[in-house]
Nanobody, 116 residues
Framework: QVQLVESGGGLVQPGGSLRLSCAAS????????VGWYRQAPGKQRELVAH???????NYADAVKGRFTISRDNAKNTVSLQMNSLKPEDTAVYYC??????????WGKGTLVTVSS
């Protein structure tokens, strides 16, 4: 059993910033990929960013240049720094772990609301 816990969500005004964190019950090095995904009402879950065990990153076009995914090996956490937030970024953000075949485990999500 793998436990993933997201934190850092909340309400922020357009143009603001938030930093999301994902903590795992085990080491993130047990998995090839750690990813952040999001799901807005009426939409399917979509990729936000991936980071591999080797440090390779991948971003959705909608967030490229604004969001940064990173690892803190000492704390065993994976973070998503979100800058220049837009209302369309509003969604529940999920942390997931897995491999090239897809994500195998998910956290419960944290809500990010971007609104004036």
């Amino acid at each position: 059993q793998v436990q993933l816990v997201e934190s850092g969500g909340g309400l922020v005004q357009p143009g603001g910033s938030l930093r999301l964190s994902c903590a795992a019950s085990g080491s993130f090095f047990s998995f090839s990929i750690v990813g952040w995904y999001r799901q807005a009402p009426g939409k399917q879950r979509e990729l936000v960013a991936h980071i591999t065990r080797g440090g390779y990153t991948n971003y959705a076009d909608a967030v490229k240049g604004r969001f940064t995914i990173s690892r803190d090996n000492a704390k065993n956490t994976v973070s998503l720094q979100m800058n220049s937030l837009k209302p369309e970024d509003t969604a529940v953000y999920y942390c997931g772990v897995g491999g090239s075949g897809g994500m195998d485990y998910w956290g419960k999500g944290t809500l990010v609301t971007v609104s004036s």
